[in-house]
């Protein structure tokens, strides 16, 4: 061993060890290995930097972008389906489908093309099925590698390893002469990786690069914190009311983001859809708020009191009052408690001219003239007589609360247990009021009566409160009360990381109409279809009481929604969106266009008339020019890592062969090994091409081998078609890294593998293949003596 070798072996080693621990990532790794290759010598520095134009690298960049072309043209769509069809949705079945339909088209295609077509179906299925594409494309991948195994096409290094012998006066191999033990290793690793390998393959969602930064931003605003599940038991007085109706979003304050029934999952669903018992929600909202909402259903009922009403009517006036022109009132959302701490009266009801507002009052932005019923003390018209405020205030009359009005409430004596948690509480903290329009209007404690008390009067167990609203209202409060808080978010609503849902940030645009409104008046659900979760206002993030807060320049709003809906935010002149999003638009159209171009590379190079990097590039061109996706989305299409990767790492192929490093490893095998007869050492010419995959590129790597192998069998006097198809099968058999194949790094960014990932399902993999091969070798190419005829399994 010389110093050249040993730097390789050096710089070799070093590189698998920071492949493995992950210390840098795998395409500055392989960048380092050039450059290194380079200060040493090992390599020229044009041999440095052939690997950006070596033809498995441009053959890679390519097919991204045919594969991109075929997702954007819904072909990847129907054969997604084709392929469900068959499978379902099990997983262990869809791995052996995907595996075998690969495995089929790799036996008679390019395994670059394969993998190319089959990446977007993948994908598409895993979308169908909920399943991580991680656990369906490396399967893929591994699919298209053993494919190649079966015929003299399905693989270069097949034809290489036929060529070899053909050069040194041998018997070439025939078309289907790799059949016999390349069927049978392709249906014991497809097994193998739908039983056991996929024990073994990651779980990680669609789209790693974006959930990642989809969580970083909810993060940022504090939705994880804030999100939570309810679901509405069967007898819950809540089913059969509508969203609305059950005040889960106004009196909770909860944004109510899916709804989960009987297994189907339904985002941001509508006010009028109607609970059904058993029903799950994926709520966000202040969870402390809503239990302090709930505890006010420990109220119990003593009796309707509608005599009451006649006792009170000497000390409680209704009187209607009309916001004037200045009012500091106008375009300010009603807060009961507020208003009634500043005039002493409650809000009964609103009207609008003939309109007549009599619910949901705190949502309700006042007007200069609106009229507002309210109810307070005998001394309430002299109080509200001295305040600017108001304009004419005169006292209600009857047939203004029975015909213009046409109250409905009851009042009711209610009672606080004595070991209510309500106790130690107040009307204004609970926000009571602004949730269902209650009214406290007197307190009986200890044998005295207070009228009117005030709102932040502390209520204590045994209190018996009149109370003025409406008895539905009572029942929803109830409601509110039976519904189940569940822990952690189940995956099937984990609506986020399954990208049902997306978040977008936006802020207002200059000049834009929207800075001064109130969010309830600009309406996101009905002007965007979208849900506005946060604001974030001069470093402080707001999650609740969202509608109550005036919309300003600088403000960063999160906004929550599908995806087709959040992406067309781009275009609202109202909003500047911080952090776009963008979906994949399938013009189906044109899908026979790109079907024939994908069809026209894998013609061209299965008969020959073209390289797999000059049809893949030409294809890639027509791809674009036929409008099949654009020049920019051709860019965004192509995976740069794995681009880098495998261009970083081919001149280390290079050094391996002019140092002589590939050589004297293989050298080395047969040294130790040349003693113990035919069969070990074809085992160990196995097992030194299965590892030298992991950086040798497998065409480069089956000519070296290829002398090796004609030289050692001809010490060992046996024909050589034995040991060079061990050798063809193990250079083809590449699972063990990324850089094996271009199949393997084609499925890499997508999947979101890691190079740990490659050894933990392909190590496994290439032994099981390897066990295979050696089982099915000496049935089908039995060990034949030079002075014999060999004749293959079959023929």
Known sequence: MNIEIALVLIILGVALVLFITEMIRMDLVALLVMGALALTNLVSPSEALSGFSNAAVVTVWAMFI???????????????????????????????????????????????????????????????TDTPPSRLLMPMAYGTLLGGLTTLVGTPPNLLISGALAQAGERPFQLFDYSGVGIGAMGIGILFTALFGRLMLPRKEPAAQSQRSQRNLRAQYGLQESTFTVTVPAMSVLVGKTLQESRIGSAAGLLVMALERRGQVETLPSRTTVLVGGDRLLVQGRLDRFEELRRWSDLVIEREAPLMDEFLSGRIQLVEATVAEDSSLVKELLHHTDFRRRFGASVVAIRRKDLVRRVNLAYVPLRAGDQLLLQGADDVVESLNKSAEFGDIRVATEDDLTQTYRLQERTFVVRIPKDSELGGSTLAKSRIGDAFDFRLLALFREGELAYMPDPDEVLLGGDLLLIQGRPEDLDVLRGLQELEIGGSVPRTLNVFDSDRLATVETTIAPQSPLAGMRVSDVNFRDKYGLELS???????????????????????????????????????????????????????KRGPVAASIMLAVVIAVLLGWLPISIAAVVGASVMVLSGCLS???????????????????????????????????????????????????????????????????TAALVVLMSPIVLSACAEMGIMPQTAMMAVAMAASASFTSPISHPANILVMGPGGYRFTDYIKVGVPLTVVIFIAVMLLLPIMWPLTPLDAVPVASGQ
Do not use: C, H
Request: avoid cysteine; charge should be neutral; charged fraction near 15%.
């Open 534 to 588: 946060a604001i974030l206002r001069s470093g402080k993030t707001y999650r609740s009481e969202l509608n109550e807060k005036e919309l300003q320049f600088g403000d960063a709003l999160l906004l929550v929604g599908p995806r087709q809906k959040l992406v067309l935010l781009n275009d609202d002149p109202d909003l500047l969106v911080l952090t776009p999003i963008t979906i994949t638009v399938t013009d189906t």
């Open 631 to 697: 020049m920019e989305q051709a860019y965004r299409a192509i995976d740069w890592r794995a681009v880098f990767l495998i261009a970083g790492m081919l001149p280390l192929g290079i050094a391996m062969q002019e140092t002589g490093t590939a050589e004297f490893l293989a050298r080395g095998v047969m040294d130790a090994l040349g003693g113990l007869g035919p069969w070990p050492v074809i085992m160990g010419l196995y097992g030194v091409t299965a590892l030298a995959t992991m950086i040798v590129p």
């Open 66 to 128: 045919l594969s991109e072309g075929l997702t954007r043209t819904g072909i990847a769509n129907v054969l997604g389906r084709q392929v469900m069809r068959v499978a379902g949705r099990n997983e262990v079945s869809l791995i052996i489908v995907i595996m075998t339909f690969a495995g089929g088209l790799s036996a008679f295609m390019n395994n670059i093309g394969v993998a190319a077509l089959m990446l977007p179906v993948a994908i598409d299925i895993a979308r169908r």
